[in-house]
């Protein structure tokens, strides 16, 4: 039943807009407008394809961007929704830079209105307003990327889903070790000058789970690595990235990566000659002299699952956290710049993470102001005091999200080994 009445105008363009599916979409264009772009693509061909398909009898799926194809973090969710959509055959609808604001809500009920019954966003910020869509349409399944609050919620129709990036990172820094460790070798650094950078978006514990992992993988290959962190306060900051890269370098750090969406960063590594590791997807067309690899988190098994518990009627997970093993956790090919070996050392311990032989946050290979972490509550369910209430230290090691708590990330820890620069994010 529709709760929000839109114009008749905007309802038949957005009719006509989605009548086709997305499978020969292109990467997507941004629209001029930075409320919102509608994309949809595909031929008469297709469209009657998809129509055969089981699931496009009964799914028609709507996604929500934070930003568009400039987006490296945005890029990679398009490209996974139109993927995952041409594989099942759902006709899907595209709404690309969406603010974290009411923007969101109203996007969720124009997607509704238009027919959609699974409805998806990406930003972290978006989550509120989905809440809100989906409790206004109660016969639609709304799935949220990051967010923290669907196991507190309770709603029947409302998901939030991440993957543990964590690992990926931890693999993404073994090549980093690697390089640092062919560079003290080759006599370009001297040990103690193991100096890593990394730019982030926010002190939000995805990012702090993020550059300590990447940070720890780095340390088990090449022992006397540490790091500075600068934060921009956005995740979408070219000029503010390429500066927070900048800074590093001048600091006297050798290899820089990134928690930030922009080519800001890598472009000003490639400019400098300074190996870089990215994030979301390979940046060697960009930076074919330093790239060196990339982690991301491969969207498909989940909008494969989530649509498919929609087409059968099935309750879709309140929490899912993809993994390595269901390929929701990826590195690219490795770039020129990656160390001879590197290839066989992320190989040999992503065996060993899959395995269950290592883990990311195991806390014999870190200390927090000098001291081992023996224990840690952490605020899992995200009440309203954010009080810290699950403990999460066992076995030897921080269970980091996916390992029986919720989906997004809630490692907020400072360890020793990483500095950052400035906390005003």
Known sequence: MKKKVLSLLAVMALTVSTLVGCASSDAGAADTDAAAE????????????????????????????????????????LNAAKEACEKLGVECVLKTNIPEGQEC????????????NFIFADSFGHEDYMIEAAKEYPEVQFSHATGTKAHTENLANYHNAFASIYDGRYLAGIAAGMKLNEMIENGEITADQAKMGYV???????????????????????????????????????????????????NGCVLISQHADSMGAPTACET???PNIS???STVSACPN??????????VPYFEYAIGCVADGTAIDADWCGSLETGSVELTELGSA??????????????????????????????????????????????????????VVSDGYFHESGEGFRSAPYFDVQIDGITLLDTAF
């Not at 160390?339 to 195991?362: L, M, P, S």
């Open 279 to 281: 994030y979301n997807g």
């Open 38 to 77: 509608t994309e949809t693509a595909a031929d008469a061909d297709t469209a009657s394809e998809t129509a055969e398909t089981p699931a496009a009898a009964g799914v028609k799926a709507g996604f929500i961007f934070l930003h568009d194809e400039n987006s490296t973090y945005d890029l990679n969710f």
């Open 272 to 274: 400098a000659g300074v």
């Open 105 to 116: 809500y109203e996007a969720a009920c124009e997607l509704a209105d238009a027919g959609c």
């Open 200 to 250: 982030g978006a926010y002190t939000y514990a995805e990012v702090i789970s993020g550059y300590t992992s990447f940070f720890l993988g780095a340390r088990s290959v090449c022992p006397t690595v540490t790091m500075e962190v600068t934060f921009t306060g956005s995740w979408y900051d070219e000029t503010a990235e390429k500066e927070g890269a900048n800074k590093l370098i001048e």
């Open 338 to 391: 990656a160390a001879e070996g590197t290839q066989d050392a992320i190989d040999a311990a992503k065996a060993e993470i899959i395995a269950g032989n290592v883990h990311a946050f195991d806390i014999a290979t870190f200390t927090v102001n000098g001291a081992a972490l023996e224990s840690y509550e952490a605020d899992v369910d995200t009440d309203a005091d954010y009080t810290p209430d699950h403990e």
């Open 290 to 299: 330093t790239f060196i690899v990339s982690s991301r988190i491969n969207w």
